[in-house]
């Protein structure tokens, strides 16, 4: 499926997960965006328009993907609508994985069917036990339900009895009440109808207007004499009410008043600024009228200007000029003064529309007087527009037809200037003067015998007036071919030169060709060096692999410069080449040039390769160096804390040991020297140490404690250890005390959370504090075995806030408290490795920074020698 959305989510493989409505479930087998992708049927229970085969996150969810109608027993290849309301996308193709072929479909189809048959057991079993169940419910139920009725049939019994007893004594209650309530009712009946003929007037005097008022107040006080005694107990409200009704009438008459002389006042303003809106309105269609007028006065004069180039039989070609100028200048005016006109409608045109709508039955008046001053702008602009796009067309003829004339007089003063015997016609010795005078040509006598031939008519002395221009293009033709016959010769003479010059140049070719068979082989080589490079690449030792890749370097090198200098010699192919001919050259150098470009481009590419395949060598080999330096230290780690724990040497001891000459510093030979003796000296040492306990301290460590393990024999190779020692060197060649103590100190990691307390013992100490998981220290003392519990513990600091005190290492049932490590981190994102903490400074500073720092890549490893702290923001 090639959808954007729906493509990501559906495609992959699918597994049979169980069924639904008798037709089988897939699954994929991996989630997408954490949500299951499911293949299932879904049958007509919901209609048939969601019955076929769907994909989705759950079966019968409501949220899908695609869809198929179709209800075959296996979900169809193709025909899928994605989105299921989509169109039917011909690139979603479900296809059988290989290795679930028909063999697998049968076994896969008849055990389906065995198991849609005992699923249709299992639900016919259930319906029987729902049934029997079903049964058994009723069936108590209706006992239930004769016992409550047998109960109810009591309880009503004695119900009826007591109510007939309420009945007859609330018959009699009734009846006394009814007497009393009949006369309370008929009063009531009065005082409401009173009261409601009062409210009905109130109500209208409330409603009443300026204009009825009187009348209403009237007929108010007539209901109040007739009705008011009527009112009994309401008769005081009633008071009120009229009263107030009449006073919020009045009120309410004196409001409709005010707003009626507002509205009169308003309407009296609204007029006023109509008359003084329809006035202004005038007087801009006014100064627009003259405007236009304005505007189509300068048309009218641009037409009487365009209309001169009309008649233009003796108009110069200064004439045309000066009268195609006036009419650029005239239209120029036009359109500056038409286009005064449509600025004015544009600053002016908002308040030139009839600002009050028209009342019924009021005329609009300003409004066709604008329609119609908008036409004349536009006709009077159509009709500059035309008449400067016409004198345009005139222009061009009357200036061919001015020039024609002049061109005319010149011939006809030329042609006079050159008949000297004025016959009108030019005879064959004034025909040599003319075109030795106009031409500075000599006419062969050839040319002069066709020109005779063709211009001049048998019986005439010569050329006429009327074929003097034939004249002028047949001395035109005969100076061209004696040109042409010129450059013939010159062309020869050049191609001869540069067929010499094109011999001396192959030869230049060639020797440049040599050049870069040279570089080609110098690549060669390189490459089969850097290529046997990769095949020893498992087997040699980092060293090896460094001094064999500084070797492919420079041979590499030596190819580029064969490159570089093959290409110099290209570059300089065309140098010496006489300009003259450069142009007739440059094809063929352009050529030869190509060819050897493309053959130093593959030779570029593949010394490109090379180098590459060179520096990831060098990488393999830097990697191998720095595995095989680790190895190397690692080994020497457990040499020395072997032998550190087994005479329980505090690090000044072991310093002195390393120390032979007690100089203070630590020199090569003394450092290979202790790795010589120290398996001789630590195994003497260890001979006198209970064999069992060091077995128990090793099962108890498991491993973490590496001085309890000496059992092991490091293979520390001399040469091996000569590597390793610059590396912990700080300055100079010696191992500083300063520096020892960071190589040999020890850092664990907390595995689990245990306490720090003050003492080796742990009923004795007292806690400092809790140390968490993930947190470093560095051990200072042991590890040492606990008499009461027999736990390995050490003495440690904590790096995170230098806390000191005795931690357990490992419990005496194998748990882990402490692990070695912490010590190195893993570079995680690129940064700067500097010589100093700070990163702020003076600008001397911040350039030595330059200068001595490097970057550490992403994936490196490096070792903690001083743990992180807050320096100054930069």
Excluded at 32 to 51: A, Q
Excluded at 722 to 749: C, H, I, Q, W
Aim: aromatic share 6%; charged share 35%; with cysteine.
């Amino acid at each position: 499926c090639q959808h954007g959305t729906v493509g990501n989510v559906v495609r992959g493989e699918f597994v049979l997960q169980s069924t639904n409505h008798g037709k089988p479930v897939y699954k994929k087998s991996v989630q997408v965006n954490g949500l299951d992708v499911m293949l299932y049927f879904w049958d007509e229970r919901d209609g048939g328009s969601f019955s076929g085969w769907w994909f989705g996150p759950k079966v019968g969810g409501e949220q899908v993907w695609a869809y198929h109608p179709d209800k075959a027993m296996a979900p169809p290849a193709s025909g899928w609508k994605v989105p299921y309301d989509g169109p039917v996308d011909p690139s979603f193709i479900i296809a059988e994985k290989p290795g679930h072929g028909p063999e697998n479909k049968r076994s896969t189809d008849k055990d389906k069917k065995e198991e849609e048959k005992k699923q249709r057991a299992q639900e016919e079993e259930a319906k029987r036990k729902g049934l029997e169940d079903k049964k058994k419910q009723l069936e108590d139920m209706r006992k239930r339900q004769e016992e409550e009725y047998r109960k109810r049939q009591e309880e009503q019994q004695k119900a009826e009895e007591e109510a007939k007893k309420r009945m007859e004594e609330e018959a009699k209650r009734r009846q006394e009440e009814e007497q009393s309530l009949k006369v309370t009712v008929e009063q009531r009946r009065q005082e409401q109808k009173s009261t409601l003929s009062i409210r009905r007037v109130i109500q209208k005097v409330r409603a009443a207007t300026p204009e009825n008022i009187e009348e209403l107040e009237k007929e108010l006080q007539q209901t109040l004499d007739a009705e008011l005694e009527l009112c009994g107990s309401q008769k005081q409200r009633m008071k009120e009410e009229s009263d107030k009704g009449l006073e919020q009438a009045r009120t309410r008459i004196e409001q409709i008043n005010l707003a009626r002389r507002k509205e009169l006042e308003k309407k009296e303003e609204e007029e006023k600024k109509k008359r003084e809106a329809d006035d202004r309105v005038k007087q801009l269609i006014q100064e627009l009228a003259n405007l236009v007028e304005t505007a189509e006065g300068a048309a009218a004069k641009l037409k009487e200007v365009a209309v001169q180039l009309e008649d233009n039989s003796e108009f110069s070609v200064a004439d045309v000029e000066r009268t195609v100028q006036a009419v650029k200048e005239q239209g120029l005016d036009t359109r500056l003064r038409t286009k005064a006109c449509t600025d004015f409608i544009l600053q002016r045109g908002p308040e030139m529309r009839d600002p009050v709508p028209a009342m019924p039955g009021q005329t609009v008046e300003n409004k066709p007087a604008l329609l119609k001053l908008l036409q004349r702008i536009y006709e009077s602009t159509r009709a500059a527009e035309s008449t400067i796009v016409a004198a345009t067309g005139k222009k061009d003829f009357a200036a061919r037809r001015a020039a024609a004339r002049e061109k005319t007089k010149e011939m006809q003063a030329t042609f006079n200037k050159y008949d000297k015997d004025r016959d009108g016609v030019l005879s064959k010795l004034e025909v040599i003067k003319y075109s030795k005078g106009e031409y500075r040509f000599n006419v062969p006598e050839d040319a002069m015998t066709r020109i005779w031939t063709h211009l001049v008519e048998e019986g005439s002395r010569g050329v006429p007036l009327d074929r003097f221009h034939c004249l002028k293009v047949a001395i035109g033709t005969a100076r061209e071919r004696e040109r042409d016959m010129q450059r013939r010769i010159e062309r020869e003479e050049k191609e001869k030169v540069v067929s010499e010059m094109k011999a001396d140049l192959q030869e230049t070719v060639n020797e440049t060709a040599k050049a870069v068979t040279e570089s080609e082989q110098a690549c060669a080589k390189a490459e089969d060096r850097v290529q046997a490079m990769q095949a020893k690449a498992k087997t040699m030792l980092a060293l090896d692999m460094l001094t064999l890749a500084d070797e492919a370097d420079e041979i590499t090198r030596e190819a580029k410069a064969a490159v570089a200098q093959a290409r110099k010699q290209v570059e300089s192919m065309g140098e010496g080449v006489d300009k003259r001919f450069l142009v007739d050259l440059k094809d063929f150098l352009s050529e030869e040039t190509k060819q050897l470009e493309a053959r130093m481009a593959k030779v570029d590419a593949r010394l490109s390769k090379a180098s590459s395949l060179s520096t990831r060598f060098r990488d393999q080999a830097s990697k191998k160096r720095g595995a095989e330096l680790e190895k190397t230290r690692t080994a020497m780690m457990k040499v020395i804390r072997r032998c550190q724990s087994a005479e329980g040497l505090s690090k000044e001891q072991l310093f002195d040991m390393f120390d032979k000459n007690g100089d203070g510093e630590i020199d090569e030979s003394e450092f290979l020297q202790f790795f010589q003796d120290a398996n001789k000296t630590c195994n003497e040492a260890k001979e006198g140490d209970d064999s069992g306990s060091a077995k128990a301290n090793a099962e108890e460590s498991a491993g973490a404690v590496e001085a309890a393990n000496s059992a092991e024999t490091a293979d520390l190779p001399a040469d091996a250890l000569s590597r390793l020692f610059p590396n912990y060197v700080d300055e100079g060649t010696t191992l500083t005390r300063e520096a020892f103590f960071r190589m040999v100190r020890l850092y664990f990691k907390v595995v689990k959370d245990t306490f720090l307390t003050d003492s080796l013992s742990l009923k004795e100490s007292t806690t400092v504090r809790r140390l968490e998981v993930g947190e470093v220290v560095e051990v200072l003392e042991g590890p040492r075995r606990e008499e009461h519990t027999s736990v390995m513990r050490a003495r440690v600091r904590a790096v995170r806030d230098d806390a000191e005190g005795w931690a357990t290492v490992a419990g005496n049932q194998g748990t882990m408290f402490l692990r070695e490590g912490g010590g190195l981190f893993k570079v995680v994102k690129e940064t700067i490795l500097t010589e100093s903490f700070s990163l702020s400074g003076s600008n001397e500073t911040t350039r030595k920074l330059n200068h001595t720092s490097r970057k550490v890549k992403e994936g490196e490893i490096v070792e903690v020698w001083e743990w992180p702290k807050k320096g100054e923001i930069v």
